[in-house]
């Protein structure tokens, strides 16, 4: 019960922590958007269509006839207040809504990405450190490696490359077919599955690289500690040795890394996105910003920086799991 409290604890402090960040992120994006020349109206100027007396009712209309610190204090306003993160310009539409139809979309990918990167990550990790220095890991540090050189734009371009190759076999536009709509509930989950099949490996390959190396470092550290070698000289099996003894420890590192994976996944499904025409958070928040969409880049923004603090807060939770000698007031 007491570890339960103190769980309780520790997520109301690290919430109230957050909710101090997401407030100075607002400022530092409110600023950084204002920084930009000019607003979402500079293109209708030269319009002759448009006169100015229609110009400057939109301007009021949008309240971009406020000084900035009066539309920052009304749009925080309005969140607090009503739960409303404004109005899209170029969408005709609420901001709220517009992120309830594509944060779904994009937590897919990334979630998907990441259980594939560690599922495959993890155990070929492993592989390379128990078999240090031969074949097996010599070939799959020459994997890491070149998957590491690839950023993410240019693995969706070789991915994007195949696909033409192949065709039809990968779907590269959007995330369902046509005929969606008439489908199965089966056959709506495997048209989606078989959409996501390219951006999903474009995020993972980068990260699966990464975290290959890394869980194979943490695991040969680990190995060389004197309780290993201890536990060897008992007479302990191997396989016992390592996968409890050895990787209880050599995992928790890259536990504390999850948070901060997520969030680069997530910077990278931007690119996947646009790449693969996937309706995710990442095109709408390009879109936003070439339109100079305020509210709606504010919200985006806002968005991304709540999911990297709920990765983080998710990783702490699940090494205090994992390994019940942590104590969680140390992970601040």
Partial sequence: MSIDYD????????????????????????????????????????NPQISQETLNQFREQFGLDQPPIIQYWNWLTQIVTRGNFGYSFENQRSVTDLLWERVPATLLLTISSLIITWAIALPLGILAAVNQNRRVDRTLQVISYTGQGFPSFITALLLLFLA??????????????????????????????WHMILPTLALSITSFAGLQRLMRGQLLDVLRQDYIQTARAKGLPENRVIYVHALRNAINPLITLLGFEFASLLGGAFIAETFFNWPGLGRLTLEAVRQQDLYLVMASLMMGAVMLILGNLLADLLLKSVDPRIKLENLN
């Fill in 7 to 46: 769980n309780f604890l520790y997520v109301a402090k690290r919430l109230f922590q957050a909710l101090i960040t997401l407030l100075l992120a607002s400022v530092l994006c409110f600023v950084i958007v204002q920084l930009a020349p000019g607003d979402y109206l500079d293109k209708y100027i030269n």
């Fill in 164 to 193: 033409q190759k192949t065709s039809p076999l990968f779907p590269v536009g959007g995330m369902t077919s046509i005929d969606y709509p008439d489908l199965s509930l089966l056959g709506k989950i495997g048209d989606i599955a």
